[in-house]
């Protein structure tokens, strides 16, 4: 047939065009749903925030049909200023919730802590308190110090390291680790702990701080209106909103709806559920095992891949040929979800090596960088290690960051959006 005949036919069946369809068919940004011009962004990221919006939005039906393109976001630091999960955990310090582990026995809560760890904590805490009752870490110092210590520093109050032997690709320790100080609940039991930090949080005054045993640490936490913006406007536009945290789902749950994301569109830190309450154990992805990933670094791309994608066994930890379009983060452990956006990659700039490196290099042209919107960091002073300490490695030690399409090594950074 000719190539006049094959024209005539497709108008004659309604056919927009018998060739691929192309980004340049977005429709004019007044048929799309607009993010508020009144809220400040750097540079001109709400441009090219609306205009990836204007492409993939159901507002550009001419281009994708009736497809939902999904969008990814970190939530501490990312979505709001400062951290829902340590807002949490400093919650349940100061009301006596942390419950006395299995057999008064720390090394039943991670198998990555060490026993000098264990063995702090056991002195300080105490053994007086029965298995699975509540420790009164809101009057004995030392215990809350030593809980404070090993999550928040990595070592005991003395010094000595607390965690060792994990994959730092896929899992961190303290982290994994904090969470489990919320074991021996049901989900629902932590997200009214969650509720109540949330309440407080943002009731408490910028820059407001408050005691845990004898550490002076933050107290108060705000949405970011920008983001809060961009999540409600790729809603109105069909995008599928994802949230992917390091911290518990069940605390994020007490957080992300009030954006409009979905509970089922949470994906956090799980625990392995034990006649009905959370275990010390923690749900794995990829066929790795309990205990051996979370929402961390590379783990954060397996389950985006089997949680939002369907992929399942080994391959999720690889990267796919569909992914989300839109990825925003702020730190290390978003590097990788991030990186793999299609469409456009949106960092928070917190100065975290990891990440700076590929979003300054720019490789694809498609990343935005954007300094914290209350509070953001001053510039940093030094290059970014991109060279040489710019990746890291499963043993934690650092490695050269690499270009993804080409595989070239990224030069060093100079800090420059703040």
């Known amino acids: 047939m000719t190539k006049r005949f094959l024209l005539a036919l497709a108008v004659m069946l309604g056919l927009a065009s018998l060739g691929a369809p192309q980004a340049s068919a977005a429709p004019s940004s007044d048929k799309c749903a607009q993010l508020d011009s009144s809220l400040q962004w750097y540079g001109d990221n709400a441009a090219k925030l609306q205009q990836m919006i204007n492409e993939y939005g159901k507002c550009n039906k001419a281009v994708h049909g009736n497809k939902h393109p999904v969008a990814t976001f970190d939530w501490d630091n990312t979505t709001i200023k400062n951290d829902a999960g340590d807002a949490t955990t400093f919650w349940i310090l100061r009301n006596d919730k942390v419950l006395q582990p299995p057999n008064k026995d720390w090394m039943q809560t991670s198998p990555y802590l060490t026993k000098d760890a264990a063995d702090a904590l056991s002195k300080a805490c105490g053994t007086d308190v029965a298995a699975g ?7 004995n110092t030392a215990c809350a110090d030593e809980l404070y210590t090993v999550y928040n520093d990595t070592t005991t109050t003395g010094g000595k390291p607390a965690f060792a032997g994990w994959n730092q690709r896929r899992t961190e320790a303290s ?5 489990n100080l919320l074991s021996g609940y049901n989900d629902e039991a932590v997200t009214k702990f969650a509720e109540a930090a949330r309440a407080e949080n943002l009731a408490n005054p910028v820059g407001a701080t408050q005691m845990v045993g004898t550490k002076k640490v933050v107290a108060w936490v705000r949405y970011y209106d920008q983001m809060a913006d961009l999540y409600r406007t790729l809603q109105k536009e069909g995008f599928d909103v ?15 709806p009030h954006l409009g994301v979905q509970r089922n569109h949470i994906v956090g830190i799980q625990n ?3 006649h009905g309450v959370r275990s010390y154990h923690t749900v794995g992805c990829g066929g790795s095992g309990d205990d ?9 791309r397996c389950f985006i891949n089997e949680r939002v994608f369907g992929v399942s066994g080994p391959a999720a930890w690889e990267r796919q040929d569909t992914r989300q379009v839109f990825a925003a983060g702020d730190s290390t452990t978003d590097t990788t979800f991030v990186r793999d956006a299609t469409a456009l990659h949106l960092v928070i700039n917190r100065n975290k090596t990891e990440l700076m490196c ?9 990343w935005l960088i954007n ?18 300490k710019g990746y890291t490695n499963p043993d934690g030690s650092g490695a050269p960051a690499k270009d993804d399409a080409t595989g070239a090594v990224i030069p060093d950074q100079t800090d420059r959006v703040y």
Request: net charge negative; hydrophobic share 40%.
């Open 272 to 274: 392995v559920m034990d």
């Open 292 to 300: 051996q990933a979370i929402t961390y670094l590379d783990g954060k």
């Open 358 to 366: 590929p979003a300054y290099s720019n490789g694809d042209s498609k």
């Open 371 to 388: 300094p914290m919107f209350i509070e953001p960091k001053a510039q940093k002073t030094s290059l970014y290690p991109c060279s040489t």
């Open 175 to 179: 982290y994994a680790w904090v969470n």
């Open 133 to 139: 009752q509540p420790l009164p870490t809101s009057t």
């Open 242 to 256: 994802w949230v992917i945290t390091a911290s518990p789902q069940a605390v994020i749950e007490a957080w992300a």
